[in-house]
Antibody, heavy 120, light 107 residues
Framework: EVQLLESGGGLVQPGGALRLACAAS????????MTWVRQAPGKGLHWVSS????????YYAASVKGRFTISRDNSKNTLYLQLNGLTADDTAVYFC?????????????WGQGTLVTVSS | DIQMTQSPSSLSASVGDTVTITCRAS??????LAWFQQRPGKAPKSLIF???ILQSGVPSNFSGSGSGTDFTLTISSLQPEDFATYYC?????????FGQGTRLEIK
């Protein structure tokens, strides 16, 4: 059974930084692209970033490019998202999601999410 | 970027009803379209991919159709657990984009 467990969320001041992690189990982690999707309180789903199975290819939404960095450690079956230069607009639940292929964009399994709150 | 427009944004229906949600892409995406269900406080759940293929374990009262730019999600014989928010998502190209969601409420 695929399991994705996010961690690292919390309260951070504007301009601050945070590192999210997503621990994966139940599948061959390196064989699948992974994605971060966020959801602001009461709002819809918004794609943030994706990374290929090997980690060699990364993709970012325009709103986070240059501030967020996606990475993965396939030896630890863990996906990361480094969040820098945070603003109130980054307040959201951040979900990690598994793709169906090594470089795929179709998402089939999601974690429960971790809440990031940016406030002074 | 490919914009995904869902309608309606909210919908009221009764148990046993059939409802249809539409999703329009700003450009052709062939059949690279998925539907997700999200209950309050929960993670999204995959329902349909490739516009019309049911994810394993999804009840057969869910169905999807469409190709190109216009897609529909139909839920027949609504059950109490079907009242949730539904999102379409295109996975034809980056950036991945979602529709704004359709909230399905009990009448």
């Amino acid at each position: 059974e695929v399991q994705l467990l996010e961690s690292g969320g919390g309260l951070v001041q504007p301009g601050g930084a945070l590192r999210l992690a997503c621990a994966a189990s139940g599948f061959t982690f390196s064989g699948y692209a992974m994605t971060w999707v966020r959801q602001a309180p009461g709002k819809g789903l918004h794609w943030v970033s994706s990374i290929s199975g090997s980690g060699s290819s990364t993709y970012y939404a325009a709103s986070v490019k240059g501030r967020f960095t996606i990475s993965r450690d396939n030896s630890k079956n863990t996906l990361y998202l480094q969040l820098n230069g945070l603003t109130a607009d980054d307040t959201a639940v951040y979900f990690c999601a598994k793709s169906v292929a090594v470089a795929g964009k179709r998402l089939d399994s999601w974690g429960q999410g971790t809440l990031v709150t940016v406030s002074s | 970027d490919i914009q995904m427009t869902q309608s309606p944004s909210s919908l009221s229906a009764s148990v046993g009803d059939t409802v249809t949600i539409t999703c329009r892409a700003s450009q052709g995406i062939t059949n690279s379209l998925a539907w997700f269900q999200q209950r309050p406080g929960k993670a999204p759940k995959s329902l349909i991919f490739a516009a019309s293929i049911l994810q394993s374990g999804v009840p057969s009262n869910f169905s999807g159709s469409g190709s190109g730019t216009d897609f529909t999600l139909t839920i027949s014989s609504l059950q109490p657990e079907d009242f949730a928010t539904y999102y379409c998502q295109q996975y034809s190209s980056y950036p991945i984009t979602f529709g704004q969601g359709t909230r399905l409420e009990i009448k």
